[in-house]
């Protein structure tokens, strides 16, 4: 049973700095890409950044220059480092897995971490 499991929410002020991680783990195969979606109330969810397994990454207009995805294949774990985050970047925010095993490409999905920006 493949498990994404995400830590590094919270409460940060604007202009600060948080750094979520979510770690893949059970029968993955091989990883075909892992990325960051959020979605904030009353919106849908949104693509945030995404890095394939040719480690090209892609990210949204809205955090370009601010957020940076990376991963650590070893471990199975992608990370988003957000830095100058604004009010508007609050949301909850999911990690996403695309696998593949033998033939099968699964999207899996983490719980979902609270990230708030306030004062």
């Known amino acids: 049973q493949v498990q994404l499991v995400q830590s590094g929410g919270g409460l940060v002020q604007p202009g600060g700095s948080l750094r979520l991680s979510c770690a893949a783990s059970?029968?993955?195969?091989?990883?075909?890409?892992m990325g960051w979606y959020r979605q904030a109330p009353g919106k849908q969810r949104e693509l945030v950044a995404d890095?394939?397994?040719?480690?090209?990454?892609n990210y949204a207009d809205s955090v370009k220059g601010r957020f940076t995805i990376s991963r650590d294949n070893a471990k199975n774990t992608v990370y988003l480092q957000m830095n100058s985050l604004k009010p508007e970047d609050m949301a909850v925010y999911y990690c996403?897995?695309?696998?593949?095993?033998?033939?099968?490409?699964?999207?899996?999905w983490g719980q979902g971490t609270q990230v708030t920006v306030s004062s």
């Open positions: 996403n897995l695309d696998a593949r095993r033998i033939k099968l490409t699964t999207t899996y």
């Open positions: 059970g029968d993955i195969g091989s990883i075909v890409a």
């Open positions: 890095i394939t397994n040719s480690d090209k990454t």
